[in-house]
């Protein structure tokens, strides 16, 4: 069955980077997007960005242009997302997951919290 | 970017009854790319409707999905206890991805 598992939390101080990872499995990694959603306490969801495994071309939001970068190890079917110069406007639970062309996000992972605080 | 706006923000009903949430975009949407989300507290959002109206796998047939051009609605026919969540519409055909602020079903 189709999985996205996320790296553990994060504490990180303002200023920071912080990297999270997300392996797939049960399913051919490159046949899929990677998408990036965010959601800061008690709000909605935001898009951030995804990559093509297969090229490992990405495309972001523009609120995020030059302080993220997204890549993948298609060797061991994982994706990253790396968000430097951290603030406390990204404390967030951070999601990835599976885009399919015409169907949307069909699996996501289990969400990564990243609490910025110093 | 196309701005998606869910309401009610809130809606208060009782299981059984018929619930209709409304997502409407800032400019035309392609209706294969209409997609409706359903989050629980602590989960991860699942998705329930792509294209405006296909149901995901395992969605039951009391959801369903319409609209076009920039008007979208999300019907639950008769809610069940597990339905009270909060929902959101996305728009996925033009970058950057789009989400409503979530319309949230409660038990009156």
């Known amino acids: 069955q189709v999985q996205l598992v996320q790296s553990g939390a994060e504490v990180k101080k303002p200023g920071a980077s912080v990297k999270v990872s997300c392996k797939a499995s049960?399913?051919?990694?490159?046949?899929?997007?990677i998408h990036w959603v965010r959601q800061a306490p008690g709000q909605g969801l935001e898009w951030m960005g995804w990559?093509?495994?297969?090229?490992?071309?990405?495309n972001f939001a523009q609120k995020f242009q030059g302080r993220v970068t997204m890549t993948r190890d298609s060797s061991i079917s994982t994706a990253y997302m790396e968000l430097s110069r951290l603030t406390s406007d990204d404390t967030a639970m951070y999601y990835c997951?599976?885009?399919?062309?015409?169907?949307?996000?069909?699996?996501w992972g289990q969400g990564t919290l990243v609490t910025v605080s110093s | 970017e196309i701005v998606l706006t869910q309401s009610p923000g809130t809606l208060s009903l009782s299981p059984g009854e018929r619930a209709t949430l409304s997502c409407r975009a800032s400019?035309?949407?392609?209706?294969?790319?209409l997609a409706w989300y359903q989050q629980k507290p602590g989960q991860a959002p699942g998705l329930l409707i792509y294209?405006?109206?296909s149901r995901a796998t395992g969605i039951p047939d009391r959801f369903s999905g319409s609209g076009s051009g920039t008007d979208f609605t999300l019907t639950i026919s008769r809610l069940e206890p597990e339905d009270f969540a909060v929902y959101y519409c996305?728009?996925?055909?033009?970058?950057?991805?789009?989400f409503g602020g979530g319309t949230k079903v409660e038990i009156k």
């Open positions: 990559i093509n495994p297969n090229t490992g071309a990405p």
């Open positions: 996305q728009q996925y055909g033009t970058s950057p991805l789009t």
């Open positions: 997951a599976r885009g399919l062309a015409a169907k949307g996000h069909d699996y």
């Open positions: 049960g399913y051919i990694f490159t046949d899929c997007y």
């Open positions: 400019q035309s949407v392609s209706s294969s790319y």
């Open positions: 294209g405006t109206s």
